[in-house]
C-alpha cells in the first residue's frame, strides 16, 4: 500500500483528495479541496471516484488505510494519507467546513 506523510500531501498539486470519513466529520471541518466519499457508501459510491491516482485521507489514517487496501483491490491508484486530518490540524494547516 502506499502511503504518504501529512507534508507529502500538502506540496502535492493536481491530484484529487478522498476523505472517507463519515459526513458530520467532514462538515466539521476537513483539508482544503476534498471531496467527502465516506467509506460507509464507497462500495455503492464507486463511480464517483477519479479515473486517475488519488490520495485518500481520514482521521488519523485507519479507515484510508483500509479504503485504499479494498480500492487497490479493484485496481484503483490510491494513496493513504498517514496521520490523517488530525495530524493535518495539529500542524496548524488550513481547514476547510
Known amino acids: 500500500m502506499k502511503s504518504i506523510t501529512v507534508e507529502q ?7 484529487p ?3 472517507v470519513r463519515e459526513r458530520d466529520e467532514f462538515a466539521a471541518g476537513h483539508v482544503p479541496g476534498a471531496v467527502n ?3 460507509s ?6 463511480g464517483e ?3 486517475e491516482a488519488f490520495d485518500v485521507i481520514c482521521q488519523v489514517g485507519g479507515r484510508s488505510a ?5 480500492l487497490e483491490a479493484r485496481g484503483y491508484d490510491a494513496t493513504n494519507v498517514e496521520g490523517g486530518t488530525g495530524e493535518w490540524v495539529s500542524q496548524g494547516r488550513p481547514v476547510a467546513q
Open 9 to 15: 500531501l500538502a506540496g502535492r498539486s493536481g491530484v
Open 17 to 19: 483528495l478522498i476523505d
Open 37 to 39: 466519499l465516506p467509506l
Open 66 to 70: 483500509r479504503a485504499v487496501q479494498a
Open 41 to 46: 457508501e464507497l462500495g455503492d459510491r464507486l
Open 49 to 51: 471516484l477519479p479515473a
